[in-house]
């Protein structure tokens, strides 16, 4: 079965404290993995997608990597506005929905 | 680029009435579009897939009778929910899903739905 797995479900740093989140997946056949961003209230923000073992993509303070059972989500110097869920989906090749985590929230504070 | 929007952000509706959900992808064409539901503090759950100019495909446990989903245009997809009750209250989402191969979905702001 299909799966995506997320950790820790909770996440509290200090501004400036460096740290990662895990997101390990069971699927067959990888066709993509889709990190976003989600705000109270609000639909997730699409952050990164993930093709490959190996791929690395960079977008301000955040780091997304990807090996071929998990990815992590690098956050570099945090600040209070990264605080929020981290959603991480995948792409399998049978179907055709994303199929998600059950999300990371983190809290940074100053 | 890549901007999905909802309409409308917030209802209130009473017990038994019908309310339409419109989802629009504003500057992309997408041929697949999905409905999903989250409850407060909860992951999102897949409600339906769209696809323009065909039926929807509900996923297991989802009333399509209630959960009414149409995809006539390349940019528009609209969920009505029919005979709305209290527990149907929820965080409705949409996504679009950029025509090609990408795979990547875009997600609209999101409708909160109060039925009382």
């Known amino acids: 079965e299909d799966q995506v797995t997320q950790s820790p479900e909770a996440l509290r740093l200090q501004e400036g404290e460096s740290s990662s989140l895990n997101c390990s997946y069971t699927v067959s056949g990888l066709r993509g993995l889709f990190w976003y961003r989600q705000d109270p209230g609000k639909g997730p923000e699409f952050l990164f997608t993930l093709y490959s073992a190996g791929e690395e993509k960079e977008k301000e303070r955040l780091k997304a990597t990807l090996t071929k059972k998990e990815s992590f989500l690098h956050i570099t110097a945090p600040k209070p506005e990264d605080s929020a869920t981290y959603l991480c989906?995948?792409?399998?090749?049978?179907?055709?929905?994303?199929?998600f985590g059950k999300g990371t929230t983190l809290s940074v504070s100053s | 680029g890549a901007v999905v929007s909802q309409h409308p952000s917030r209802v209130i509706c009473k017990s038994g009435t019908s309310v339409k959900i419109e989802c629009r992808s504003l500057d992309f064409q997408a041929t697949t579009m999905f409905w999903y539901r989250q409850f407060p503090k909860q992951s999102l759950m897949l409600m339906a897939t769209s696809n323009e100019g065909s039926k929807a495909t509900y996923e297991q446990g989802v009333e399509k009778d209630k959960f009414l989903i149409n995809h006539a245009s390349l940019t528009l997809s609209t969920l009505t929910v029919t005979s709305a009750h209290p527990e149907d209250s929820s965080f409705y989402i949409c996504s679009a899903r950029v025509a090609g191969d990408s795979y990547e979905q875009y997600f609209g702001p999101g409708t909160r739905l109060t039925v009382t």
């Open positions: 989906a995948v792409q399998a090749s049978a179907g055709t929905a994303l199929i």
